[in-house]
């Protein structure tokens, strides 16, 4: 994970209609942005967090905090994931894996005795200069999404 106070890595990647959307397009604009790593669309705990997301999105647009989430499926499986789940956020495709690995989210993972190379459910909280202000490690997702709002109406 990175660490708090550390600048974040900028990046470029393609959301779930095929536009391009870069992390530091949203600095100066003197709100926080909310970016998550999940591990897979359409599995139980990303559907979980996405929907937790979805559900107070719009406490999340009063504070003008964007949500951007983001896994290693394609631009494809982001739209069919967005739509079946009617998630009004950004997510983003990853396939090469420049954010994941960037932000120190593609670890080791054991499941069953057996170890493998995976996203680690991470969420970013990063300023308005791009840095990161708060980590919240390993995260549960049913309850990710009010947990941060909640940080986020006391800061």
């Known amino acids: 994970m990175l660490a708090v106070g550390t600048k974040a890595p ?16 949203y600095y100066g604009k003197g709100n926080p942005i ?19 997301f979805r559900d107070v999105y719009e406490e999340y ?15 494809k499986s982001h739209l069919n ?17 420049q ?8 670890q080791e993972k054991k499941l069953y005795g057996k170890v493998s190379m995976g996203v680690v459910r991470t969420t970013y909280i990063i300023d308005e200069n791009g840095v990161i202000e708060k980590v919240y490690e390993k995260v549960k997702p049913d ?6 709002l909640e940080y986020l109406r006391e800061r």
């Open 143 to 148: 309850k990710n999404a009010q947990e941060i």
């Open 10 to 25: 900028d990046f470029t990647l393609y959301d779930k209609d095929g536009n391009e959307v870069t992390l530091s397009s």
């Open 99 to 106: 954010a994941i690995q960037a932000f120190d989210v593609w």
């Open 61 to 75: 647009e009063k504070l003008s905090v964007p949500v951007i989430g983001i896994s290693k499926d394609s631009v």
């Open 34 to 52: 909310v970016v998550y790593f999940y591990p897979r669309d359409n599995t139980p705990g990303c559907i979980k967090q996405a929907c937790g």
């Open 81 to 97: 994931f967005a739509t079946k789940h009617e998630l009004p956020f950004i997510l983003l495709a990853d396939k090469e894996l």
